[in-house]
Nanobody, 125 residues
Framework: QVQLVESGGGLVQVGGSLRLSCAAS????????MGWFRQAPGKEREFVAK????????YYANSVKGRFTISRDNAKNTVYLQMNSLKPEDTAVYYC??????????????????WGQGTQVTVSS
């Protein structure tokens, strides 16, 4: 059973940076895609970014393009989300997710079968 554990969240001022990490454990880990989602209070969980586990393909939500960077370290079974130029609207609980096999749509929640517990990111103005 794959387990995903996020870390790196916290409180940061507008314009600041944070780097989130998501470490996978629990057997052989070789997903199709890893993704980051976020959920603000009273809102739906939304897609943020994704990366192929093999290869270099990445994709971002328009709201974070140019500010966030997703990366991975296969040897450490870890995916990262570098967040720069943070805005108050980036405040949310951030979740990492793994699509263990091919999915036609990995920009929605339904494309993933493993989820972390989430880490809080708060951007103060």
């Amino acid at each position: 059973q794959v387990q995903l554990v996020e870390s790196g969240g916290g409180l940061v001022q507008v314009g600041g940076s944070l780097r989130l990490s998501c470490a996978a454990s629990g057997g052989t880990f070789s997903p199709y895609v890893m993704g980051w989602f976020r959920q603000a209070p009273g809102k739906e969980r939304e897609f943020v970014a994704k990366i192929r586990w093999f290869g270099y393909s990445t994709y971002y939500a328009n709201s974070v393009k140019g500010r966030f960077t997703i990366s991975r370290d296969n040897a450490k079974n870890t995916v990262y989300l570098q967040m720069n130029s943070l805005k108050p609207e980036d405040t949310a609980v951030y979740y990492c997710a793994a699509a263990s096999t091919y999915s036609i749509d990995t920009s929605t929640r339904s494309g993933y079968d493993y989820w972390g517990q989430g880490t809080q990111v708060t951007v103060s103005s």
